[in-house]
């Protein structure tokens, strides 16, 4: 073994010696916890490795090679069986560091795991008040860790594909194999899913924002923000509905038109119309629009 590879086992065996040290401290929920995101992140990693080794060209014939010989990694040649091999070791360390990062979300989880009810709801979607405070934090660490699951996924393959050089710049145009195309639309297709999922619960995270005149939702998140997130929800699933038909029919045109259509979309839906209808609509006339509002937040302080 050479001493490159010995410092790299070395350094692995000193995080998971960490890892289990810690683990052997902690509830017995948090590190079931623990192993239930690595397992999900190791399948996740390790599946998109599988795929991007099994789309490479062979290592002989590609960039990197040398008169027609694979090129050489700790003296010895990079064949495809030890890069599947490396392919799974960085996936382990990867899904060791996210689980590790998430499962710092414990407390989230044992409120969620818990939760019981209020006996009280709340005035707009007459959801009970434990949904809120217990649960929803604990589904929007699990929707961001979804998200950063799937963007860091394509980061890696990304990386990886253009290093392969089945992705780049040729002759002064793009050129990608269709392979890596389809392999990072399906990961695209979860990123956009999971942001779906992200506006959903934004519709519940409105009633306890507080940047209004009222503490929760007023009158433009009701009347504007709600059907503006419930828009983008719809959206953002038909944008991965047409990624996932660009996976076997090429429409790229029909894509880019539906791309840009979406960026115009999230702009003017999230941005301008909120601001215009405040600046327009509210602000002349804020005690009158935010009456129902205030009057929501007197109720509820009076039952709590």
Same mark, same amino acid.
């Given at each position: 073994?050479?001493?490159?590879?010995?410092?790299?086992?070395?350094?692995?065996?000193?995080?998971?010696?960490?890892?289990?040290?810690?683990?052997?401290?902690?509830?017995?929920?948090?590190?079931?916890? *623990?192993?239930?995101? @690595?397992?999900?992140?190791?399948?996740?990693? /390790?599946?998109?490795?599988? +795929?991007?080794?099994?789309?490479?060209?062979? %290592?002989?014939?590609?960039?990197?090679?040398?008169?027609?010989?694979?090129?050489?990694? /700790?003296?010895?040649?990079?064949?495809?069986?030890?890069?599947?091999?490396?392919?799974?070791?960085?996936?382990?360390?990867?899904?060791? %560091? @996210?689980?590790?990062?998430?499962? /710092?979300?414990?407390?989230? =989880?044992?409120?969620?795991?818990?939760?019981?009810?209020?006996?009280?709801?709340?005035?707009?979607?007459?959801v009970d008040l434990a949904y809120h405070m217990l649960e929803l934090p604990f589904l929007q660490a699990l929707q961001s860790g979804v998200v950063g699951l799937a963007f860091l996924g394509l980061l890696v393959l990304v990386t990886g594909?253009?290093?392969?050089?089945?992705?780049?710049?040729?002759?002064?145009? *793009?050129?990608?194999?269709?392979?890596?195309?389809?392999?990072?639309?399906?990961?695209?297709? =979860?990123?956009?899913?999971?942001?779906?999922? /992200? +506006?959903?619960?934004?519709?519940?995270?409105?009633?306890?924002?507080?940047g209004g005149a009222v503490y929760g939702a007023g009158y433009t998140d009701i009347n504007v923000m709600i059907p503006a997130l419930w828009v983008m929800v719809a959206a953002t699933i038909g944008l991965a509905g047409l990624i996932g038909l660009n996976l076997y029919q090429r429409r790229l045109r029909t894509l880019g038109v539906g791309a840009v259509g979406y960026v115009v979309l999230l702009v003017g839906a999230l941005v301008l119309a909120p601001t215009l209808v405040t600046q327009l609509t509210v602000l002349p006339s804020e005690l009158q629009r935010e009456r129902p509002y205030l009057q929501h937040n007197i109720d509820m302080t009076r039952e709590a």
């Open positions: 073994m050479s001493s490159l590879s010995s410092r790299i086992v070395q350094v692995l065996l000193g995080v998971v010696g960490v890892v289990l040290t810690v683990l052997l401290v902690t509830p017995e929920l948090v590190v079931e916890y *623990f192993w239930m995101m @690595f397992a999900v992140a190791g399948l996740y990693f /390790g599946s998109n490795f599988y +795929f991007l080794v099994r789309n490479v060209p062979p %290592l002989w014939a590609s960039r990197w090679a040398r008169e027609g010989e694979p090129p050489q990694v /700790g003296g010895k040649p990079l064949t495809r069986d030890r890069l599947k091999r490396l392919g799974y070791v960085i996936a382990g360390i990867l899904s060791l %560091l @996210f689980a590790v990062g998430f499962s /710092g979300r414990w407390n989230e =989880l044992l409120r969620f795991w818990y939760a019981g009810s209020y006996g009280q709801s709340d005035p707009i979607y007459g594909y253009v290093i392969a050089g089945q992705i780049g710049v040729q002759d002064g145009g *793009f050129e990608a194999d269709a392979g890596a195309l389809r392999h990072l639309g399906v990961n695209i297709i =979860l990123l956009l899913l999971g942001w779906a999922w /992200g +506006f959903y619960l934004d519709l519940y995270e409105i009633l306890q924002e507080g």
